[in-house]
């Protein structure tokens, strides 16, 4: 007589490491655990990067990855005038910046130390050294940059802000540098992945500033801007 096969039954302990096991998985590894994978697998904040190096630094997880969104076009009016005095100083902010780049710094007379007339600036994004002539003719060889630019911003963000804020952010130090005219002239309205400094050791420190921007004012970023950064990023110390 063939000899009959006993059922095998799983024991009520067995069976409670098993759920316990797998109710742990998921918490860990789910959808719902540590938020680091999203649904299709896009890290929370920005795309998935597919090479390992390009993997997104903590500070930049907050970072809103997303393309252009605003639906009436740029004007630099929306902004405000240009170079207003915020901080009540008694100086706009353009020369502001200028006190606070240049070098050498020498003042217009009749301008209670806050007019520059001279100075001497090391630009960081040439790493060129650049002097400073107040004049009609001479101006512009250093320029005031938006390390976010205006246009971009109001394409990420900007365009649902109130004026005061959009007039803050014109004139906030954080977003602002003294730099190489041409340099800024080239620069224009571009996001990190249609141009970077000329001088490549300040690369790092470009895109930790234009992250730093987007972050403190809840801007978004283009996907291939945020992708440029991490390829930056990937490189620093």
């Not at 063939?2 to 789910?30: D, E, F, Q």
């Not at 990420?156 to 803050?168: I, K, L, N, Q, Y």
Request: charged content about 20%; some cysteine.
């Amino acid at each position: 007589m063939p000899r009959r096969r006993r059922s095998r039954r799983i024991s009520l302990p067995v069976m409670l490491v098993v759920v316990i096991a797998v109710a742990m998985w998921v918490y860990v590894y789910g959808p719902e655990g540590d938020g680091s994978l999203a649904a299709g697998g896009a890290a929370t904040g920005g795309p998935a990067a597919s090479d390992p190096a390009l993997a997104p630094d903590p500070d930049l997880a907050g970072l809103v990855v997303a393309p252009p969104s605003s639906a009436s076009p740029y004007d630099r009016d929306l902004f405000g005038e240009a170079w207003l005095d915020v901080d009540g100083n008694g100086c706009d902010t353009r020369n502001d910046v200028l006190i606070r780049d240049l070098a050498d710094v020498r003042f217009r007379a009749d301008s209670a130390d806050c007019i520059v007339r001279t100075g001497t600036l090391t630009d960081p994004y040439t790493n060129t050294v650049i002097s400073f002539v107040r004049g009609p003719d001479t101006s512009e060889a250093v320029q005031i940059d938006h390390v976010v630019p205006l246009s971009y911003a109001w394409q990420h963000g900007a365009s649902e802000w109130p004026d005061d804020v959009r007039e803050a952010f014109a004139n906030d130090p954080a977003n602002l540098s003294a730099v190489d005219g041409p340099a800024n002239q080239s620069k224009s309205d571009s996001g990190p992945a249609e141009w970077m400094p000329p001088a490549a050791d300040y690369a790092c420190t470009y895109v930790d500033r234009f992250a730093d921007v987007l972050l403190s004012y809840g801007l978004t970023i283009a996907p291939e801007d945020y992708d440029a950064v991490l390829r930056v990023e990937a490189g620093c110390p």
